[in-house]
Every structure is written in C-alpha cells, then in structure tokens.
C-alpha cells in the first residue's frame, strides 16, 4: 500500500492502458502530422487549392499539433500524478483535437482516401484514448473525493 493523497492508504490507481495510448497517440500524432502536412502540400500543387483554404488548413493542423503537445503532456502527467485536473483537462483538449480531425476528415477541401485512413485511425486513438481517461478519471475522482 502507498500512501496517497491526504494522508490515506491507497494502491497505485495510475492507468497502465492510458499511459501506453497516451505515448502510440504521440507517435502517431507525429505521423498523422507528417503525412497531412505532405497531403496538403501535394493537393495544392496538384489541385486547384483556394488560398485561403490552403491557409486555413495549415493553420489548423499547427493548432492541432500544439493541442496535441499539450494533451499528451496534461494526460501523462494527470495519470502519473493520479491528478483530477490534468486528466480533466486532457480530456477537454482531446475533445478539442478530435473536433479538428473530423474537420480533416469531412470538411477541408479536398479529402484524398489517404486522409481518410490516417483520420479514421486518428478517431479511434482519439476515441479509445477519450474512455480510458473518463475511466481513469472516475477513479481518481472516486478515491480522493
């Protein structure tokens, strides 16, 4: 047993599945991130790409790499630190960055069927991630409240 939070005996309640997801997102975000930046490239030489699309598709997958930073960092230290707040708040950018990729998904301007893997991929990383933060959170929530 170890000592918890407010000086009561508890067992580690740290998420093993959470922290694997947390750091396969991670590695895929970097791909995911790769491979969209060389497909925007690709469809504005390629196809008749509006600028301001062009832009505004740049600018959001910067925005979705900087709240993916910052998600994996506020869910790895939420889980190790067993901490209410950075799980809550992992879990409010991930909702944030899975809003993002159903716009890489369905809304930019042109949706090659290599978007449409890696962001169905993306989803369900996403997703998974999503629930065993809600469950890790719950016993978090459960244990120190």
Not at 63 to 92: C, H, P, T
């Amino acid at each position: 047993m170890a000592t918890g939070r407010a000086g009561r005996n508890s067992s580690v309640l740290s998420s093993v599945f959470l922290q694997i997801l947390l750091y396969f997102s991670a590695f895929y975000s970097l791909f995911y991130f790769l491979a969209s930046l060389c497909l925007i490239i690709y469809k504005s030489q390629v196809l008749s790409y509006p600028d301001s699309d062009l832009v505004l598709d740049l600018c959001l997958l910067l925005l979705m790499a900087v709240l993916d930073a910052i998600r994996f960092y506020w869910g790895v230290r939420g889980n190790l630190q067993e901490s209410e707040k950075y799980v809550g708040a992992n879990l409010l950018v991930t909702g944030a960055t899975l809003l993002l990729a159903v716009y890489f998904l369905v809304w930019q301007s042109y949706v090659l069927r290599a978007d449409v893997i890696i962001n169905s991929i993306m989803l369900c990383v996403y997703g998974l991630a999503g629930v065993v933060g809600f469950g890790a959170l719950a016993r978090f929530t459960r244990a120190y409240s």
